[in-house]
């Protein structure tokens, strides 16, 4: 069973960073698509990043260059590095793992951005 676990999320004041944490059991995303998504309440889940197997990112256009997507192979974990945040940011932050048909979610981080 393939379970993520994120981590990172907090409290931050507007222009402040964070980054989070979606650790895999297993060596899985070296291999496979994975993304971050995110929550507000009140509205739909929407993306917010990507990375295929071959390190190409994807960007919502409301987080580029903003937020960077990366992974590190070696500790089975991908990252979410998310710079000059604004309140329009707070949510809850989900990571996906694309694994052939099937897809694994974690169970979230929130992150919330004081103004």
């Known amino acids: 069973q393939v379970q993520l676990v994120e981590s990172g999320g907090g409290l931050v004041q507007t222009g402040g960073s964070l980054r989070l944490s979606c650790a895999a059991s297993?060596?899985?995303?070296?291999?496979?698509?994975v993304a971050w998504y995110r929550q507000a309440p009140g509205k739909q889940r929407e993306l917010v990043a990507s990375?295929?197997?071959?390190?190409?990112?994807n960007y919502a256009d409301s987080v580029k260059e903003r937020f960077t997507i990366s992974r590190d192979n070696a500790k089975n974990t991908v990252y979410l590095q998310m710079d000059s945040l604004k309140p329009e940011d707070t949510a809850a932050y989900y990571c996906?793992?694309?694994?052939?048909?099937?897809?694994?979610w974690g169970q979230g981080t929130q992150v919330t951005v004081s103004s």
């Open positions: 990375i295929t197997s071959s390190g190409s990112t």
């Open positions: 996906k793992l694309v694994v052939g048909w099937r897809t694994y």
């Open positions: 297993g060596s899985l995303f070296s291999n496979n698509f």
